[in-house]
């Protein structure tokens, strides 16, 4: 997800590394705060990968500054991890909403209304937070308020998405 969200944010404009780690945490929202020690690790990794190219400018006062870009190497990078995200990446919905904040980076149509369909057989599936044996629970199967607000926001939440996943593809 961090990668990922690296390599997007990059794909719209050459970032310093606060300004990238800004971006990134609006995102992610609290849920999943970026700290230094995950940020600059992921940066570093994407340079030496040469998906990144950074380059080094005086800054306001002693200390210079480093402005990140996409390499062209790192703009397909971003396009194959977008084209390709299955799995956790369709599943989590953290980091299926980071794929999907990117998503309009893929030039195809076409590989868009496939990762959204991916999306859409994931939640045709029954699940739940809490299960009678292999059965999911629902809201009105249990008598727990907090568990049933829980269930009923997932639904609802679902229920949207599912709406918006199949007007998009119409």
Same mark, same amino acid.
């Given at each position: 997800? @961090?990668? @990922?969200?690296? &390599?997007? %944010?990059?794909?719209?404009?050459? /970032?310093?590394?606060?300004? /990238? ?5 609006? &995102?992610?929202?609290? #849920? ?5 020690? +995950? ?22 006062? #002693?200390?210079?500054?480093?402005? *990140? +870009? &996409? ?10 991890? @977008?084209?390709?995200?299955?799995? &956790?990446?369709?599943?989590? +919905?953290?980091?299926? %909403?980071?794929?999907?904040? %990117? ?18 057989? $994931? ?5 739940? $937070?809490f299960h009678d044996g292999d059965r999911p /629970? ?12 829980? /269930?009923?926001?997932?639904? #609802? ?5 599912? +709406?918006? *996943?199949?007007?998009? *593809?119409?």
């Amino acid at each position: 997800m @961090l990668e @990922l969200a690296i &390599l997007g %944010f990059l794909a719209e404009e050459p /970032l310093h590394g606060y300004q /990238l780690r800004h971006h990134i945490a609006q &995102l992610s929202g609290h #849920a999943r705060p970026v700290s230094d020690g +995950s940020l600059y690790p992921a940066i570093n990794r994407l340079v030496n990968a040469g998906l990144l190219a950074r380059q080094t400018e005086p800054g306001a006062s #002693a200390a210079r500054r480093h402005t *990140l +870009s &996409l390499t062209d190497a790192g703009r397909c990078e971003l396009l194959r991890r @977008l084209r390709d995200a299955n799995g &956790l990446d369709i599943t989590d +919905s953290t980091r299926y %909403f980071t794929v999907l904040a %990117f998503l309009s980076h893929l030039p195809d149509t076409a590989d868009q209304h496939a990762v959204l369909r991916r999306r859409l057989e $994931f939640l045709e599936q029954p699940a739940s $937070f809490f299960h009678d044996g292999d059965r999911p /629970l629902g809201a009105d199967d249990t008598d727990d308020p907090y568990r049933r607000g829980m /269930l009923t926001i997932a639904r #609802a939440t679902s229920r949207a998405e599912r +709406s918006w *996943l199949r007007e998009v *593809l119409a």
